[in-house]
């Protein structure tokens, strides 16, 4: 039985050995997400989700990407939380006005576009969407991809390039 299968059966050891395989991916894209200090508990978040949600993952799908959505999502949270507070930790009297320092921007335009490429991701091929998110979501090289998908550098290659091509259409 693969990990994916122990995992959607809800086998504990199937979650430790996620966290092992998985686990140094997953900080690493949530660091490029979240402040440094908020790393530790997004990747926690992470795991707690896909133990707790671990029943509705299809096996047949790739676990990484699955993963790496969650991930996403928390990261997204958490930005956003941190937002929040920062607003509320400063209320203005005397209707002082904001310095742009403190000002915090507007996500809505970039969770749009999130939005847009998870849907552009969606339409692709299932080979090519998953080149491209363990490249750009997993930070892998072309070369690390091959060797984990056990292909040529040449197919993650064209894989890659006609994947972004299909979404530069899709967008």
Do not use: N
Not at 112 to 124: E, N
Not at 146 to 152: E, G, K, N, Q, T
């Amino acid at each position: 039985m693969t990990l994916q299968q122990r995992l959607a059966q809800g086998d504990e050891a199937a979650l430790a050995e996620c966290y092992t395989a998985l686990g140094p991916l997953v900080r690493r894209h949530v660091a490029r997400l979240v402040p440094g200090h908020a790393v530790d508990d997004v990747v926690q978040l992470v795991f707690l989700e896909v133990w707790r949600s671990c029943r509705r993952y299809d096996p047949e799908r790739g676990l990484e990407p699955w993963v790496l959505a969650i991930a996403r999502k928390r990261a997204i949270d958490q930005v956003r939380a941190e937002a929040r507070h920062s607003r509320r930790a400063a209320p203005l009297s005397d209707g002082a006005a904001v310095p742009d320092a403190a000002r915090v921007p507007d996500a809505a335009p970039a969770v749009d576009i999130a939005c847009d490429v998870r849907t552009a991701l969606a339409g692709l091929p299932g080979p090519q969407r998953q080149a491209i998110v363990l490249a750009h979501f997993g930070q892998l090289t072309q070369r690390e991809i091959a060797d984990r998908l056990a292909i040529p550098l040449g197919t993650v290659k064209a894989r890659t390039t006609r994947g972004l091509r299909r979404m530069k259409e899709l967008l």
